[in-house]
């Protein structure tokens, strides 16, 4: 990870403090990863680590959850995740087109961050939008029924703004 040690010092004092507030959960596991990934940004073998040595729990226990949730993500991701929709809907109407496209206007492959760390290209299995299929979303938008390259950067243009 980058950064300074006491910078990553406090990153991990921060960690600890959240174990040991959710330890009254029944589960506390998944709120834990969850914190920790807003924490650091990803879910680094360190930090998995550190989890499970705190947690008492085994370190393959804590990566099984990682590695199960797409939420989750051992790498870094960049300011803005593109997860296309690759369900049935989607699919028919064009989702192997829609990530061709957004992978030839990033410049990335599907699981891959852009240079500049602006997009993560991802795939989900539903988003719940079929009427509007082929979909993709960033954030908390959602795009849909996208005709044509010059659409497609309109759109992710307004990112490369922000």
Do not use: W
Not at 2 to 19: H, P, Q, T, V, Y
Not at 51 to 56: Q, R
Not at 130 to 146: H, K, M, Q
Request: glycine letters at 8%; proline letters at 4%; hydrophobic letters at 40%.
């Amino acid at each position: 990870m980058a950064g300074d040690c006491c910078s990553e010092n406090a990153l991990f004092a921060d960690l600890e403090k959240i174990i040991n507030d959710k330890s009254d959960l029944e589960n506390p596991l998944i709120e834990v990863l969850r914190e920790a990934q807003e924490l650091f940004g990803f879910l680094p073998e360190e930090v998995q680590l550190f989890i499970a040595d705190k947690m008492g729990i085994p370190v393959s226990e804590v990566y099984g959850v990682v590695t199960f949730y797409n939420f989750f993500s051992m790498k870094p991701r960049g300011k803005h995740v593109v997860n296309v929709c690759t369900g049935t809907a989607c699919y028919v109407k064009g989702a192997p087109r829609l990530l061709q496209m957004l992978t030839d206007e990033l410049g990335v492959e599907l699981g891959e961050t852009t240079p500049d760390d602006l997009f993560t290209l991802s795939s989900v299995r539903c988003v719940g939008a079929c009427s509007l299929a082929p979909v993709f979303v960033i954030g908390e938008d959602t795009y849909g029924r996208i005709e044509n390259r010059d659409n497609l950067k309109a759109i992710l243009d307004k990112y490369r703004q922000n």
